[in-house]
T-cell receptor, first 114, second 115 residues
Framework: NAGVTQTPKFRVLKTGQSMTLLCAQD?????MYWYRQDPGMGLRLIHY???????AKGEVPDGYNVSRLKKQNFLLGLESAAPSQTSVYFC?????????????FGPGTRLTVL | AQKVTQAQTEISVVEKEDVTLDCVYE???????LFWYKQPPSGELVFLIR??????QNEISGRYSWNFQKSTSSFNFTITASQVVDSAVYFC????????????FGAGTTVTVRA
């Protein structure tokens, strides 16, 4: 049971490049989330998914797209990276929402956009 | 508006001292949940505790204790007899029924425990 994994762990992009971050969970969780963490601001929700085939916007969705084609995977895409997207990205998952089951976090992806 | 405020940016203590982290939240919901997460230098986020709005019973778990007071909208966290391994960033978070239970995080408090 690996929990929540994220690929890659580190990445450096040039402005305008695109990339996809992969989040995978093996806990059969329905809900998955993408956050970004910036210094002094805590974690902010980018997008989330309440089940396979669904996605929804969080607090800071601009510049990102997501897809949840399989229940265990949640992809975060940057179509045209900008320096403002330099951040640490965390994926999380939970069994369901209504009971506010604990969200389990992945190890994070450190992204630098030059 | 910030829903979760952690007024302490950094706290530095000597080993064995007690550390109390403050968390003040803002919500209009009657149903909500409060969390504390720990982020050690390695970077991962570790769940510590969850409390719902209907359970104000305070709890002690080993060296950790929590003080939930709805009257002051506070959910404070105390580490007793701190150890170097407690050095981390601690986040308080809120999820509200009226916000689809999405987590709102505070900015975090960096705790440094010196030997």
């Amino acid at each position: 049971n690996a929990g929540v994994t994220q690929t890659p762990k580190f990445r450096v992009l040039k402005t305008g490049q695109s990339m996809t971050l992969l989040c995978a969970q093996d806990m059969n969780h329905e809900y998955m989330y993408w956050y970004r963490q910036d210094p002094g601001m805590g974690l902010r929700l980018i997008h989330y998914s309440v089940g396979e085939g669904t996605t929804a916007k969080g607090e800071v969705p601009d510049g990102y797209n997501v897809s949840r084609l399989k229940k265990q995977n949640f992809l975060l895409g940057l179509e045209s990276a900008a320096p403002s997207q330099t951040s640490v990205y965390f994926c999380a998952s939970s069994y369901n929402w209504e009971s506010t089951d604990t969200q389990y976090f992945g190890p994070g992806t450190r992204l630098t956009v030059l | 508006a910030q829903k979760v405020t952690q007024a302490q940016t950094e706290i530095s203590v000597v080993e064995k001292e007690d550390v109390t982290l403050d968390c003040v939240y803002e919500t209009r919901d009657t149903t909500y949940y409060l969390f504390w997460y720990k982020q050690p230098p390695s970077g991962e986020l570790v769940f510590l505790i969850r409390r719902n709005s209907f359970d104000e019973q305070n709890e002690i778990s080993g060296r950790y204790s929590w003080n939930f007071q709805k009257s002051t909208s506070s959910f404070n966290f105390t580490i007793t007899a701190s150890q170097v391994v407690d050095s981390a960033v601690y986040f308080c978070a809120l999820s509200e029924a009226g916000n689809d239970y999405k987590l709102s995080f505070g900015a975090g408090t960096t705790v440094t425990v010196r030997a």
